[in-house]
């Protein structure tokens, strides 16, 4: 592979992202959650290559990104509860794995063979405005190695996949640093916690159900976002040979939220364990609430914690 190129978010910078997805190639950009590794969701060859980048497996679907609810129409069926949801979470940091629409063009590795899409419509300016510049819809799943830590800045993306993407467009640090809730399934299960919090979700949906044994949506992985060391959670300090993510005020190495403000650690959440990864040591993880953003992130440490 050639060198990847680092784009900048100006008209100039957005066409040749435009143009290298156009050709099959992939371009990491920035959302208000992650950067996405972007390919041609229509293109085969464009979807096996993000897999092929990421060396994620081909059985766990990917999140297709598209600018408003109209482009969503076009690939997904949506009843009134998709709706409802749809006019209250985007654009922003939400998924839904909807029943596929029909002529939906959407590559079935996509989807992983399924008869569902997951679909979002991202906030994120640059997102927006590469999504215009392309035309079409993007796969994108987050731009790292499958199973590493996500990536919130350009920086992250060279480290992981640079020399095996096209392009990568520098929009800066993401804002949010978790990656989308997704929900889908009848009854209408929580997929994965993300961005926005369940108990907006419930307000409108009622109780969510529990997901099933299937894979249907990105995240959905025992071990994922995983450092090289071994974490260790609830931890009130750092043991001989770790290093130490704090909560709160705290004796630590580096700090989520010194103030435990759950918004501003989902922030720091990746680029923290980016940090903490490069010593080369184990991690130890203070405890995080298991409410509102809480849920999300502590879904990530556990999966980083998991066996693998």
């Not at 143009?19 to 208000?32: H, I, K, M, N, Q």
């Not at 996500?150 to 392009?167: D, E, F, N, Q, Y």
């Not at 450092?227 to 609830?234: C, I, M």
């Not at 770790?242 to 918004?263: I, P, Q």
Request: with cysteine.
């Amino acid at each position: 592979m050639k060198k990847t190129q680092l784009l900048d978010t100006s008209a100039t910078g957005l066409e040749t992202a435009a143009d290298l997805l156009a050709d099959g190639a992939l371009v990491a950009f920035p959302t208000e959650t992650v950067y996405g590794l972007g390919g041609d969701a229509r293109n085969p060859q464009a979807v096996a290559r993000i897999f092929e980048a990421k060396g994620r497996p081909s059985f766990n679907p990917l999140i297709v990104h598209v600018p408003n609810m109209a482009a969503a129409e076009r690939i997904a069926v949506f009843d009134d509860t998709a709706r409802a949801l749809a006019d209250a979470f985007w654009p922003g940091p939400f998924t839904m794995v909807l029943p596929l629409a029909p002529d939906h063009g959407i590559a079935s590795l996509v989807t992983a063979e399924l008869d569902t899409v997951a679909v979002r419509v991202p906030a994120h300016p640059v997102a927006q405005a590469l999504l215009a510049a392309f035309g079409g819809p993007l796969a994108a799943p987050s731009a790292n190695p499958s199973g590493q830590i996500s990536p919130t800045t350009a920086a992250h993306v060279l480290s992981g996949l640079g020399g095996r993407i096209a392009a990568i467009v520098d929009g800066g640090a993401c804002a949010v640093g978790l990656e989308s809730t997704i929900v889908g399934g009848a009854p209408l299960a929580l997929l994965r916690p993300g961005g926005v919090p369940v108990a907006g979700i419930e307000a409108i949906t009622g109780p969510l159900a529990p997901p099933d044994a299937q894979i249907t949506a990105p995240g959905q992985l025992a071990s994922h976002y995983a450092p090289q060391g071994h974490v260790r959670l609830n931890a009130t300090q750092a043991r001989e040979g770790e290093v130490m993510l704090g909560f709160g005020l705290m004796e630590c190495d580096v700090n989520l939220s010194e103030t435990a403000d759950l918004a501003q650690a989902a922030a720091r959440l990746f680029d923290a364990l980016h940090v903490l990864d490069a010593t080369g040591r184990d991690i130890a993880v203070a405890p995080i609430p298991e409410h509102g953003l809480g849920q999300a992130i502590n879904d990530r440490l556990r999966r980083a914690a998991a066996p693998r």
